[in-house]
């Protein structure tokens, strides 16, 4: 079935180290892909997205590739802060099929 | 703008009761999801509307899990009767439905605690 494997937590990062979470998806057909960031107490928000292969979703200094050869879309950012601490959570959407499906989330604790 | 607004934001109630929560989502979205939180199983999608329809409901546990969208701003999820097992937090999202590339934007959710 379709399904999306993250890489698990806790994370734990000094400021300023480069961050990576590994995200790798199981799917029939080409999904559209996301990476939603939770902070505490909060509901999710989409942090980035791509939509077909070899696509490149950025925001504030997270960024991550549509890798269809390798079924993944990996977060990476260069340079963490404290306030990025936050549960990370990988999602991707069929064609066809509104709801999404998420990851199990991963926790990235980024200490000063 | 107001983005997705859940209700109430907190919830403990006594095993047996019946709990309501409650979900508006953003002007003009035509698409509305409810999730279920919990540690075991991480994000579950429970049931979702479209047009005030809804679509897929597969999600939802048990029939004690019932939800309505009377209108495109209202939504809302019961429980009845409540069980320990139900806490969890509970997201309302909406999203525009141009297209699969859509977002979904969340609400903060409810924290429902059943004792």
């Known amino acids: 079935g379709n399904s999306v494997t993250q890489m698990e937590g806790p994370v734990t990062l000094s400021e300023e180290a480069f961050l990576t979470i590994n995200c790798t998806y199981t799917?029939?057909?080409?999904?559209?892909l996301f990476w939603y960031v939770q902070y505490p107490g909060e509901g999710l928000q989409l942090l980035l997205k791509?939509?077909?292969?070899?696509d490149k979703g950025s925001n504030k200094g997270f960024e991550a590739t549509y890798r269809k050869e390798t079924t993944s879309f990996h977060l990476e950012k260069g340079s963490v802060q404290v306030s990025d601490s936050a549960v990370y959570f990988c999602?991707?959407?069929?064609?066809?099929?509104?709801?999404?499906?998420f990851g199990s989330g991963t926790r990235l604790q980024v200490q000063p | 703008d107001a983005g997705v607004i859940q209700s109430p934001r907190h919830e403990v109630t006594e095993m047996g009761q019946e709990v309501t929560l409650r979900c508006k989502p953003i002007s003009g979205h035509n698409s509305l999801f409810w999730y279920r939180q919990t540690m075991m199983r991480g994000l579950e999608l429970l049931i979702y509307f479209n047009n005030n329809v809804p679509i897929d409901d597969s999600g939802m546990p048990e029939d004690r899990f019932s939800a309505k969208m009377p209108n495109a701003s209202f939504s809302t999820l019961k429980i009845q009767p409540s069980e320990p097992r139900d806490s969890a937090v509970y997201f309302c999202?909406?999203?525009?439905?141009?297209?699969?590339?859509?977002?979904?934007?969340f609400g903060d959710g409810t924290r429902l605690s059943i004792l």
């Open positions: 999602a991707l959407r069929f064609t066809g099929r509104r709801a999404l499906t």
């Open positions: 791509a939509t077909k292969a070899d």
């Open positions: 799917a029939t057909g080409y999904p559209s």
């Open positions: 999202a909406s999203s525009l439905d141009l297209g699969n590339n859509q977002p979904q934007h």
